[in-house]
Every structure is written in structure tokens, then in C-alpha cells.
């Protein structure tokens, strides 16, 4: 890979992922704005967050394929699935919301993990992706391990997780943008 290619690489993942951080962060100050609001309209907000992440994620996948882990993709495609589903069907994902959110976030973080593992080689700051990637899980094993904590009790969790997961995913690009900003070191 060339200097400016990987420059250019650097720089345009650390802007997806500081696009999906201020997004998480602008979900979580939503949720925790409003927690008396109905169940069917926190089931839209999250479904619209949940297309529009996943969206990104395939997005920067198709960016450049060859350069990009196919988890991204995957973890997209689990994303907008799951905000499809949250949008069309909204009566039934608010009655089954607490196991959607625990399998979605289940799902996306074992993904994100994956991710984190093959960018460890190339990336000084793949531990936070791991990080996020933990977060991400157990967030989604607590809500699966605890649905009958109540909808206030999941709604505080995603408002949370969301904030968490946002800052640290800008962190991320934040770091990535950085790099992009070095020269790179060609192996000879």
C-alpha cells in the first residue's frame, strides 16, 4: 500500500467512525431526553439509528472492498436488518424490544471484535475497537440475561451504552485521523 493510499485509508475509516460516534452520542442524549416517551417511538428513533449505523458500515465496506474487513459488512447488514425490522413491525419489536436490542448488540459486538482481531496488525488503537466491542456485548448479554428489568431499566441501558460506545468510537477516529496524518512506515 502506498503512503498516501494508507493515508487516505486512515483517514476516511476515522471519519466513518467518528460520523457513527457523534450519532451513537446524539442517540443516547435522546433516549435519556425523553424517558416517558412512548415504546413505539423509541422503537422507531432506534430503528432509524440502527439503519443509518449499518448503512454507514456497508458504506465504508464498499468504499474499498479490498481494504476493508468483510465483518464491517456484516455487522452493517445485522444493523439495518435489525432497524428494518424495528420500523415495519413496531408493535411486535416494542413487545419483544429488550431481547431485539440484547441479540442485536450481542451479535454486533462478537462482530466488531472480529474486526478489532484483524486490524490489531495495522492499527495502534485496535484496543479500543476492542473495547467497544466489549461494551457492545455486554450490554447485549445484560438486557438478554435481564428483559423483565423494565423499559425504563432498558431504555437508561441503550442511553448509556450509546453514549459510551459513541465516545469511544470517536476515539477511534479520532486516532485513525491522527495516523493519517503520519507517514507511513513502508515494509521493505
Known sequence: MSDLAGRKLFKHSG???LFRG????????????LPVATV?????????WAITDGLTNIAHYFYDPARHSRWSMIGGIISVATGLVAVA???ITAAAFGVLIGVWALVLGVSQF???MDARANIRGWWLWVAT???TILFGLFVLINPAGGFLSVVALLATYSV????????????????AARPMLLAG
Open 133 to 135: 466491542a466489549l461494551v
Open 164 to 179: 459510551v460506545a459513541g465516545v469511544l468510537l470517536i476515539a477511534s477516529g479520532v486516532k485513525l485521523r491522527r495516523r
Open 22 to 33: 457523534v450519532l451513537a452520542i446524539f442517540l443516547g442524549l435522546l433516549i435519556a431526553s
Open 89 to 91: 413491525w413496531p408493535g
Open 114 to 116: 472480529i474486526l478489532a
Open 40 to 48: 413505539f417511538a423509541l422503537v422507531y428513533v432506534f430503528g432509524v
Open 15 to 17: 471519519t466513518a467512525l
